[in-house]
Nanobody
Framework: QVQLVESGGGLVQAGGSLRLSCAAS????????VGWFRQAPGKEREFVEG????????IQADSVKGRFTISRDNAKNTVYLQMNSLKPEDTAVYYC???????????????????WGQGTQVTVSS
């Protein structure tokens, strides 16, 4: 069993930065890849970025390339999402989720993730 708790969301002006954290409980967390998703009102949940269990491999959506960076510290059971150059269209609830055996397009599929956090709101003002 893995429990995930996101934090670090808030209100920021366009061009600003935020760092989200995804803190996990459960001794098997280091065996899971982690994906960040976001969901804006009236829109489907969208994959943002993912990181393998070891941290050695990452995958990123085109919409955030060059602006967002994912990392993890397995000693702290935490995954981070550094978000720079934020835009109003980045406004959404951000979720982290845990997955095993992800590769290729599987990262993009919410139904393949086993555990989800409750989400943290990110609002970017223009």
């Amino acid at each position: 069993q893995v429990q995930l708790v996101e934090s670090g969301g808030g209100l920021v002006q366009a061009g600003g930065s935020l760092r989200l954290s995804c803190a996990a409980s459960g001794r098997t967390f280091s065996l899971y890849g982690v994906g960040w998703f976001r969901q804006a009102p009236g829109k489907e949940r969208e994959f943002v970025e993912g990181i393998s269990w070891s941290g050695g491999s990452t995958i990123q959506a085109d919409s955030v390339k060059g602006r967002f960076t994912i990392s993890r510290d397995n000693a702290k059971n935490t995954v981070y999402l550094q978000m720079n150059s934020l835009k109003p269209e980045d406004t959404a609830v951000y979720y982290c989720a845990a997955i095993r055996g992800a590769y290729g397009n599987i990262w993009y599929q919410p139904a393949r993730y086993e555990y989800w956090g409750q989400g943290t709101q990110v609002t970017v003002s223009s």
